[in-house]
């Protein structure tokens, strides 16, 4: 039975990962999640399948139909629920004794403001739900945010009422995004940039980040409160060296990784992915 790679759009990432699977005669079906089509009770016709669809929403709900048509996915329903959602990923970080930078939640953006005074600036405030660094605002102080969560208390969404907010961790033009398939750190990459938001959608260059024994230890732990799938673990180096775990991607891009890792990303994906949905 073939493989389903579950996506709506087409990125670099999804046409590397089917050459890949096509290289090793890997029989696979592109099911695109605007058009298929589940039903009560009945099982559905694949061997497996890769999750890549772009969409949190209907990757979420993408997922708990395959599964419920007995299909193995990988990354699973519950990995991507966890991980498509910033504030709760943050919650069950800090439940696991990782370090996060210093948060704070409203349910309001209104229930804000006087609370970010004494939370303290510069704070950024971003969707839940997101991805690219869209919306998410640095707040140098109490005009900027007055002023964004009034933005964001006109948004439609009603998701965007919630209001998470994490201190700016001060760091010197680079972010670390690391890949962690099945509890292994397959590599990891700076993210160099002269913007506060670093994601490569952006500019930010990707630079071959080293690994040592503290972030490989914290990049395993941090995996294993996901739930040990394909992950991009998105972590925040203050100038100190003090390190926080930001968030963690289920669906992880690596247009930027492969360009500069020495290691074979996208086959190293496939492998995982390959070795899961045989177990
Ligand atoms: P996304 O899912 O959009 O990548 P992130 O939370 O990773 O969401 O935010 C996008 C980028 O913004 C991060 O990669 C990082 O460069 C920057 N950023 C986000 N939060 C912080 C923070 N608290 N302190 C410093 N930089 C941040
Ligand atoms: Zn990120």
Redesign the pocket.
């Known amino acids: 039975r073939p493989l389903a790679v579950l996506t709506s759009i087409v990125r670099l990432e999804e046409k590397l990962l089917c050459k890949e699977l096509e290289r090793r005669h890997v029989p696979y079906e592109v099911l695109d999640t605007r058009r298929t089509v589940f039903r009560g009770g009945t099982k559905l016709p694949y061997g497996g399948a890769i999750s890549r669809e772009i969409s949190h929403t209907r990757n979420t709900y993408a997922t708990h139909l395959l599964e419920r048509g007995g299909v193995r996915v990988v990354n699973d329903a519950r990995t991507v629920s966890l991980c498509g959602d910033?504030l709760l990923t943050t919650l069950a970080l800090e439940a696991a004794g990782l370090p996060v930078?210093r948060w704070m939640a409203t349910l309001s953006p209104e229930g804000a403001l006087d609370a970010l005074d004494e939370f303290g600036y510069p704070?950024?405030v971003?969707p839940v739900i997101?991805?690219?660094?869209?919306l998410?605002a640095?707040l140098d102080g109490h005009d900027t945010a007055e002023t964004v969560l009034e933005h964001r208390a006109a948004l439609s969404n009603p998701t965007n009422r919630i209001t998470y907010v994490?201190?700016?961790?001060?760091?010197p033009d680079r972010?670390i995004?690391a890949y962690v398939f099945g509890g292994e750190v397959v590599g990891a990459i700076y993210?160099v940039?002269t913007?506060?938001?670093?994601?490569t959608k952006?500019g930010?260059a990707p630079q071959v980040c080293p690994l040592d024994d503290e972030l490989v230890d914290l990049l395993t732990r941090a995996s294993a409160v996901a739930g040990d799938g394909v992950l991009g673990i998105?972590v925040?180096e203050h100038r100190d060296g003090t390190r926080?775990v930001?968030?963690i991607?289920h669906t992880p891009e690596f247009h930027g990784a492969i360009e500069v890792l020495p290691v074979d990303l996208v086959a190293r994906y496939v492998d995982f992915v390959l070795t899961r949905l045989r177990e």
Do not use: C, F, H, I
């Open positions: 910033k930078p704070a950024v971003k997101g991805s690219w660094g869209r998410a640095r994490q201190e700016y961790v001060d760091k972010d995004k993210k940039s913007e506060w938001r670093t994601n952006r930010g998105d925040l926080y930001n968030e991607n």
